[in-house]
């Protein structure tokens, strides 16, 4: 069976960006290429300058990409919109998305994200007669902030009219003046239009019928696109039922996130309890309520290891191991016992609970979103409160206390799916999503 031509949109893409959407699509890429299909990748390139108009396509450098696969990079940064609406339906992305369409032919158009793209890809591969598909990261199909957190760190269960208007009213009732002041760097009137979007939504007064009509504008045409895809997915049942909820009535394929095994684990070392904590320490990462919960432990009781871009004192067992290429990342996990994700936010499913499962790592994760999915609870994992730091401190005390329970839960971890079957399954989604009805 001849392979398939894929065009897949990333609105991020390695080195340009690394977290765990750019990550899942480096890889799916990767293994596309790997099996035999060709793969075009366009994602938004996002740095300033360089002499080039906004929506400018650029050809990847030599070696940016996988092996095999096409990377072309367009340039458009979210300060380039000029009103709300350029958010979710800017047309000015038709134009290069149409000669990329005709310069490589695929058979498919695929959407890892629509920040930036929008229903864009979606009325223009309708007007072509192009099959395309989506992928459900998170939520930015509902929400405008994309993680269903509001401006004062308030974690939402869904869209609703008054808190998503009220919530997104600066940006849905603003007009071209203030995509002006957004772009204007670090000026007065830029850093005002940031403190509008920071003040609590309770604190906000009722939104106009013009927000009202905007935000009802873009929820038809985000779910009016999904409707419309040949094939929707996403990574846990979580986000899909959060979608249906909301109102997209069609089918979601679950199709799980997956890694491969980067390097032998070896023995471990001698020592007490090794807690790990990867990624970006956001506010809703969890950091903070770990770091009080083990510094609320006693002294060599066990270590918890931070790696990637945070920093702080190295006391109380506590150690900064700061960033890391991805290359590492199955070394740096084989030297904890225990993964943690304490997220607040609901969130879909982490690649780095994949990479820890791939490294033969337990997980340790908050009860929000997809996270329960990924562990049986007292099986290959736990599952804790979120914001609970009471709970996460109990549970971590009693793990120290008995390490021969936490080496023979990690017997009994299996390894997550690979990255060429992740492929395999897609290209079965698609072929039956093209087949003739």
């Known amino acids: 069976m001849s392979g398939l031509r894929i065009l897949l949109l990333a609105h991020r893409f390695p080195p340009l960006g690394t977290g765990g959407v750019e990550t899942w699509a480096w890889d799916l890429s990767a293994a596309l290429s790997r099996a035999g299909h060709a793969v075009c990748v366009l994602a938004r390139d996002e740095r300033p300058g360089g002499g080039l108009p906004p929506f400018s396509l650029v050809d990847g450098a030599e070696g940016e990409g996988p092996p095999g696969v096409t990377v072309r990079w367009l340039r458009h940064r979210h300060a380039d919109g000029r009103a709300a609406r350029d958010a979710w339906a800017d047309h ?10 005709g310069g490589w032919g695929p058979d498919l158009v695929h959407v890892a994200h629509p920040d930036g793209w929008g229903v864009t890809p979606f009325r223009l591969a309708e007007r072509l007669g192009l099959p395309v598909g989506a992928t459900l990261h998170d939520y930015k199909w509902l929400c405008g902030r994309g993680q269903m957190i509001q401006a004062d760190g308030t974690v939402c269960d869904g869209p609703l009219e008054e808190a998503c208007t009220r919530c997104l009213a600066d940006q ?11 772009r204007l760097g670090g000026t007065p009137l830029a850093q005002l239009a940031r403190r509008r979007d920071l003040k609590p939504v309770s604190d906000r007064r009722d939104p106009s019928a013009r927000v009202r009509g905007r935000w009802h504008q ?45 390097g032998a684990q070896g023995e471990r070392a001698p020592g007490p309890l090794r807690i790990g904590f990867f990624g970006t320490a956001v506010p809703t990462k969890g950091l903070d309520l770990l770091l009080r919960a083990v510094r609320s432990l006693g002294p060599g009781l066990l270590e918890l290891q931070v790696h990637g871009p945070a920093s702080g004192p190295n006391d109380s067992g506590i150690a900064f191991h700061g960033p890391y290429p991805r290359a590492e990342v199955g070394a740096r996990m084989a030297a904890v016992d225990v993964v943690a994700l304490p997220s607040s936010w609901h969130e879909n499913a982490p690649m780095v609970a994949a990479e820890a499962r791939a490294a033969g790592r337990l997980l340790l994760v908050s009860d929000r979103g997809g996270l329960p999915e990924l562990v049986g609870h007292g099986v290959d994992g736990w599952v804790e409160p ?7 401190r109990a549970r971590l005390d009693a ?16 390894p997550p799916p690979s ?19």
């Open 92 to 101: 000015r992305f038709t134009a290069p998305l149409e000669r990329v369409v």
């Open 172 to 182: 849905l009732g603003a007009g071209p003046l203030r995509g002006v002041m957004r």
């Open 218 to 262: 873009r929820q038809r045409a985000m779910l009016g696109a999904l409707r419309s895809a040949a094939l929707v997915t996403a990574p846990s049942q979580f986000v899909a039922d959060v979608h249906h909820r909301a109102g997209l009535d069609r089918p979601v394929q679950v199709q799980r996130n997956g890694a491969d095994s980067r």
């Open 386 to 392: 979120a914001g609970d730091a009471a709970a996460w």
């Open 399 to 414: 793990l120290a206390g008995d390490l021969d329970a936490v080496h023979a839960a990690t017997a009994r971890v299996q």
């Open 419 to 437: 990255s060429d079957s992740v492929a395999a399954a897609f290209v079965e989604a698609w072929r039956e999503a093209l087949a003739p009805q």
